[in-house]
C-alpha cells in the first residue's frame, strides 16, 4: 500500500493560515487524498479529498502538487476549535477497504 | 440525524471475560468498519463489512469476531479478552467501499479497559 509522511506536529497562531504537509511519493494513479481530522477524545471526522485538482471546501483548502506526490492542507484562519491531529490517507484501488490511518500531524493553535 | 452510535461508551472487563461492542448507522450505508487505536497511535483496521453478508479482516483480526446483523448494524465480539485488547474502538462506516472518493463516517469512540 502505498504510504504518507507528516511531521509529528505543528503550531500555529489563532486566525493566521495553516498548511499542512503530506508526502506521497508512491501514490497510484487512482489513489485519493483524504484529509482527516481527530480532536481531543472524539473520533475522526472528514475534511476533505481530492484527485489531482486543488479542492475547496467549507472547512479547508486541499492544494496537490502537479505530479501528485505530495498535497498541502490549507487551515484559512485557523481557530483553537482547529486543534487536533490531522490524518493524510490514500484511498483507492491499491487500499481498497483497509483506509490506513498513520501518526498524523499533531496541530497546536495558540491563541 | 444520529451518524454512527457505538455502545458503550466505556467498558472495564476482566482478562478471559468476553463482551460485544455494538455499532449502528443511520445514514443507510453499505460499508462499516472496526478500527482500533492504541494511546499516541494512528487508527488500526480490525474488520470490516463491504456490504451486508460479508466480512473480511483488516490488519488486527487477531482476538476479535464481528457480524454484520443487518445493513444498520455491525458489531465487534472480544470472546477472551487480553490486557492487549485494551484500546479506543471506534466504527466507521461509507456509502460503498469503493471508489476510493467515498469517505468515513466515524462513532464517538468505545474505551475499553482489560484489567
Known amino acids: 500500500d502505498a504510504k504518507t509522511t507528516q511531521p509529528n506536529s505543528m503550531e500555529s497562531n489563532e486566525e493566521e493560515p495553516v498548511h499542512l504537509p503530506c508526502n506521497h511519493s508512491?501514490?497510484?494513479?487512482?489513489?485519493?487524498i483524504h484529509w482527516y481530522r481527530q480532536l481531543p477524545s472524539q473520533g475522526p471526522e472528514y475534511v476533505i479529498h481530492g484527485l489531482t485538482s486543488n479542492v475547496n471546501n467549507r472547512m479547508a483548502s486541499l492544494a496537490i502538487a502537479e505530479d501528485r506526490k505530495s498535497s498541502t492542507l490549507i487551515l484559512h484562519r485557523a481557530t483553537l476549535r482547529d486543534a487536533a491531529v490531522y490524518y493524510c490517507i490514500l484511498r483507492g484501488e491499491t487500499s481498497g477497504s483497509r483506509l490506513t490511518f498513520g501518526e498524523g500531524t499533531q496541530l497546536t493553535v495558540n491563541p | 440525524n444520529a451518524g454512527v452510535t457505538q455502545t458503550p461508551k466505556f467498558q472495564v472487563l476482566k482478562t478471559g471475560q468476553s463482551m460485544t461492542l455494538q455499532c449502528a448507522q443511520d445514514?443507510?450505508?453499505?460499508?462499516m468498519y472496526w478500527y482500533r487505536q492504541d494511546p499516541g497511535m494512528g487508527l488500526r483496521l480490525i474488520y470490516y463489512s463491504a456490504s451486508e453478508g460479508t466480512t473480511d479482516k483488516g490488519e488486527v483480526p487477531n482476538g476479535y469476531n464481528v457480524s454484520r446483523l443487518n445493513k444498520r448494524e455491525f458489531s465487534l465480539r472480544l470472546e477472551s479478552a487480553a490486557p492487549s485488547q485494551t484500546s479506543v474502538y471506534f466504527c466507521?462506516?461509507?456509502?460503498?467501499?469503493?471508489?476510493?472518493?467515498?469517505?468515513?463516517?466515524f462513532g464517538a469512540g468505545s474505551r475499553l479497559t482489560v484489567l
Open positions: 445514514m443507510n450505508h453499505n460499508s
Open positions: 466507521a462506516s461509507s456509502e460503498v467501499s469503493w471508489p476510493g472518493a467515498n469517505v468515513l463516517t
Open positions: 508512491t501514490i497510484s494513479g487512482t489513489d485519493y
